[in-house]
């Protein structure tokens, strides 16, 4: 797994999670490019926090150079011709992670969650996810054969396709 932080004030204290949640299954790292991020918060109490925070990750080990022309393909492919430093940021994220052959990108970062961004990471072979999402995929590898509706054929429980929130979620027959 590999993680950044937003750059927006929230901590990059997810190691807690990570130890609790799923132990040794994965192993968290982060990029140079974290660095830059941190240099850009302005609040000189936080930015040492995180400094201190991202020392406790071991740090991909991919040319800068490789990372910067992938980084600008992205870039390209998400349209952005004159991108902000926060979106050349995200783009770097990704093309370190895919160089480094990472397989889940963790972030908080809302732009890197939605949907175009998400789809450009996976044609690099980056699946994008929040923390949440990533103990949430790792369990269903764990556990397989609970996430498999193939595992339901036999029982009383139906998997039905709504648009609303059903009034009861199961029913007893």
Known sequence: AYVCDDGDGE???VTSVLDVQLGTQIEPLIS?????EIGRTEDTAHKTLMSERAQAFP???VDDNRARKL???ILADLGFSNPRSQHASDAMHVAYASLAGIEFFVTNDQRLLQSKSRQIAERHGVTTVSLGEL???IDSYDHADRY?????QGTAIQTVET???PSAFAKRH
Do not use: G, H, M, Y
Request: proline share 8%.
């Open 163 to 165: 648009t609303e929130t």
């Open 71 to 73: 980084a600008e393909k």
């Open 59 to 61: 740090a991909l080990a």
């Open 135 to 137: 103990v949430r995929a």
């Open 32 to 36: 140079p490019e974290i660095q830059t």
């Open 148 to 152: 498999s509706p193939v595992s339901l």
């Open 11 to 13: 901590d990059l204290d």
